[in-house]
């Protein structure tokens, strides 16, 4: 039977957005945010700091309520805490309540943050560590393998995000630097604008707004049917909010909605790894297991392999002895790496053991076996 088309009528209603705001240091980017918290269109506001320390002390302003986040500087805590704020903001939109809101000050610290992992992981790599036993002043060649370890960690956070069922500030540093050419020389002469953080941050965002010192804010870019940004040219707001922005010009309300994301896959078995891999007894591996079948998950016979395949290694792996830490791989990335390669060898063995199967029944039948399996 050929697949059925999966089909909706748009809503028409202005999605939540993810507002950028970046720009250089005293332009007024954490006030304008902390300013936010005051309007009573929203429902309650979090605060995640991140390398500013700037929370506590504009709490200050006249009407600010917020409240900060705590965490304890580690990827993995500051993205639960998004996740814990992305949840109750989904109870809040279900609920008709005021939109939550979630502001990150700053999203350039967090970029920093994961750049800094990549270098020191270069660091200890075997090939590196050779030679900065020679000439610690040398340079470290990073390979893409990193740099896609922490582009995954950046990805994981800006989908919540960017599908957040409330309104998400995000703040940046911005700053005007010297271009440079392709070899990384600079150009004489010639100046440009940066945004610290991933290069994709302005693309993901719905609105970007840059602060700069004695000027008036400038709407970079806009993704909205009820304002416009000229081409080429920022749009200057005199007074500027952001709940003059998110309210009135994009016209947002209690009734918007999360953007409707799916977060994409080469296939489903993503979150199936994720759950084996953070389950830490049999109990848990067998509920797993019963519920993967690919008649009840939705899995493909191929997916539905893949995952029972990882739980027999999950189970293998917590029978065996607890290693000394010297032989740990030194990241979460390392021990998915490590535990995709293992897949990928009982993948390569089950292939086999189908292949050979198929050739003895179709002896036994008295066929020529298949040439592709």
Not at 124 to 153: E, G, H, Y
Not at 241 to 266: H, K, W, Y
């Amino acid at each position: 039977m050929p697949p059925k088309i999966k089909s909706r009528k748009p809503t028409g209603v202005v999605p939540f957005p993810l507002v950028l705001i970046e720009g250089e240091e005293g332009a007024g980017k954490t006030y304008a945010a902390a300013q936010f918290s005051a309007s009573e269109q929203i429902g309650q506001m979090y605060w995640i700091d991140l390398a500013e320390g700037s929370a506590d002390e504009y709490a200050a302003i006249p009407g600010a309520r917020y409240l900060i986040i705590e965490h304890d500087g580690t990827y993995r805590d500051i993205r639960e805490q998004v996740e814990a704020v992305y949840f109750e903001a989904r109870e809040a939109a279900r609920a008709g309540k005021p939109p939550v809101v979630l502001t990150i000050d700053s999203v350039s610290a967090l970029w920093r943050m994961l750049t800094t992992w990549t270098q020191e992981r270069a660091r200890r790599t075997k090939k590196n560590s050779k030679v900065l036993a020679q000439d610690p002043d040398a340079a470290v060649d990073i390979a893409m393998n990193l740099w896609n370890d922490a582009v995954d960690r950046w990805s994981d956070v800006m989908h919540y995000l960017r599908t957040f069922p409330g309104i998400v500030l995000v703040l940046a540093r911005g700053k005007e630097v010297s271009s440079v050419d392709e070899n990384g020389n600079p150009i004489t002469g010639r100046r440009e604008w940066k945004v610290v953080g991933h290069k994709d941050l302005g693309f993901d965002c719905s609105v970007w707004v840059r602060m700069r010192r004695g000027q008036e804010p400038e709407v970079v870019k806009v993704r909205s049917l009820r304002m416009a940004v000229p081409d080429r040219r920022p749009l200057q707001i005199p007074d500027f909010t952001i709940e003059d922005l998110v309210f009135n010009r994009m016209g947002c309300s209690v009734d918007s909605q999360p953007r409707v994301m799916p977060e994409l896959a080469a296939d489903r078995t993503k979150p199936w790894l994720a759950r084996i891999e953070a389950a830490t007894d049999k109990a848990t591996l067998k509920q797993l297991w019963d519920s993967a079948h690919p008649q009840q998950s939705g899995l493909s016979e191929q997916e539905g392999d893949i995952v029972a395949m990882a739980i027999r290694r999950r189970v293998a792996k917590l029978a065996e002895p607890k290693r000394g830490m010297e032989d740990e791989p030194q990241s979460d990335a390392d021990k998915l790496r490590e535990a995709a390669e293992k897949l990928e060898d009982d993948a390569k063995k089950l292939r086999a053991a189908v292949a050979a199967k198929q050739d003895a029944d179709a002896e036994f039948a008295g066929d020529e076996p298949p040439a592709d399996s």
